[in-house]
């Protein structure tokens, strides 16, 4: 009989990411890609160092422990304890990961069962939803939306203004509501919540008493103005309830090493490192005690300090390249991302279609507009839709997403080219 194969009910489907689109038509035309969200510069030397250190001092080229290699889960609880309000036990609140993307993988898995709510605040990470599929989770939205505007006012735009309607949030509960994925500072919109923000959503969270959180802070460091990164887990009753991811790939500037790590009470943990032993048993020993070291270093909170002024720095460098290009910013309070309003982009018949390598998204707007601008304007950027449930997915037509984690080359050459918008549309 011929061999017929077919894909799984929890991966059926799947198809291609956003990613799939944009990459690869980023080098096709050899754009400057400001889409995905990876830094192109070297990570700092101490970084670098204790890597070199790690490989010339050997013995680190085995499996380690499943949980979490043992230097780097005291080095982060020696870290995290002070800004969680509490000691931290290495051993029973830490579990590493091959990235914060595994982190979150292993926590749905090991919290939803087929059938149990799962809420999603949009946009969203579209990483979320495919762990959420595999466990047979469905989710709910809910959306922030930006305040109403003067349409003749040129006021700044922040992602302060995108807010929760806190009834909205509460209608999304039921009997069924299993978990909350709240993202902070949020990708893509850059907001950094405030604590009386995060205080309203745990004080509806706090009536559902099957209701487990996970707090996406992987952008921990990326904060900006006078804006304040409050710990959802350091609310009131929250902590035996969260679980609060991190990353060492945003944290220095190494996405390709996949360290990540979660904390939170130790019987949460400890189901989420039993799942974690049957996906990859363990992170690799070398990046993980190279991290270790880094972190170990007496001036890391200097460091905390210093990344956060570098990326509020090309953060104002895009955001002026923007505006110069009729492309209204929302200022973000924090991570490396912002939105730029594209309303003022009109695009005639099969501009932004024609070029499509998958065939996505090609009756959304911003689908089009991103590919536009990439292949006639050389800077690749992002549909925020795809970080938004089909029914909401027109909300994101007016914006595309760009990233900052570039050098700063890079961005005054996007910039420049930016300036050719308008000349391009009126041709």
């Known amino acids: 009989m011929t061999y017929n194969f077919k894909p799984s009910i929890q991966t059926a489907s799947f198809g291609p990411s956003v990613w799939l689109e944009f990459s690869p038509l980023s080098i096709k035309y050899k754009s400057i890609n400001l889409g995905q969200g990876f830094p192109n510069f070297e990570p700092p030397e101490f970084v670098k160092k204790a890597m070199i250190e790690t490989i010339e001092k050997g013995g680190f080229n085995q499996y380690t422990r499943s949980p979490g290699h043992l230097r780097l889960v005291n080095a982060l609880s020696k870290v995290y304890s002070p800004y969680f ?71 700044t735009r922040s992602s302060k203004d995108w807010v929760i309607n806190t009834d909205e949030l509460e209608n999304a509960f039921s009997d069924k509501t299993k978990l909350l994925i709240l993202n902070n500072p949020h990708n893509p919109v850059g907001k950094v919540y405030s604590k009386q923000e995060l205080q309203e959503i745990a004080n509806v969270v706090k009536k559902h008493p099957n209701c487990t959180v996970i707090s996406d802070e992987v952008y921990e460091w990326m904060i900006f103005d006078d804006n304040e990164h409050f710990r959802f887990a350091t609310l009131p009753d929250m902590f035996e309830r969260t679980v609060t991811i991190g990353s060492a790939g945003k944290t220095f500037s190494i996405t390709g090493w996949k360290v990540g790590w979660c904390i939170g009470p130790d019987n949460i943990i400890k189901a989420i490192a039993n799942t974690h032993q049957y996906i990859p048993f363990s992170v690799p ?28 720095a090309k953060r104002d460098l895009l955001v002026n390249s923007l505006r110069d290009a009729g492309l209204d910013p929302v200022v973000p309070e924090g991570t490396y991302f912002i939105m730029g309003d594209t309303s003022s982009i009109n695009l005639q018949g099969s501009q932004g279609k024609d070029t499509s390598i998958t065939g996505m998204g090609l009756n959304l707007r911003d689908w089009n507009v991103s590919r536009w601008l990439t292949t006639e304007i050389g800077v690749t950027t992002i549909p925020p839709s795809a970080f938004y449930s089909d029914e909401n997915a027109k909300l994101a037509e007016n914006f595309v997403r760009f990233t900052f984690c570039k050098d700063d080359d890079s961005l005054k050459k996007a910039g420049e080219q930016l300036l050719n918008i308008k000349s391009k549309l009126n041709n």
């Open 85 to 155: 309000n509490r000691e931290i036990n290495p051993l029973t609140e830490i579990m590493t990961s091959v990235g914060a993307s595994e982190a979150l993988f292993a926590t749905i898995m090991s919290v939803v069962n087929p059938g149990d709510e799962v809420i999603l605040i949009e946009p969203f990470f579209d990483i979320y939803m495919g762990a959420i599929a595999m466990a047979g989770g469905i989710p709910k939205y809910v959306s922030l939306k930006e305040k109403e505007r003067d349409n003749n006012s040129s006021a």
């Open 285 to 312: 020993t070398p990046t993980q005690e190279a991290v270790a070291i880094a972190f170990e270093d007496k001036n890391i909170k200097d460091y905390f300090k210093e990344l956060s002024q570098m990326y509020q």
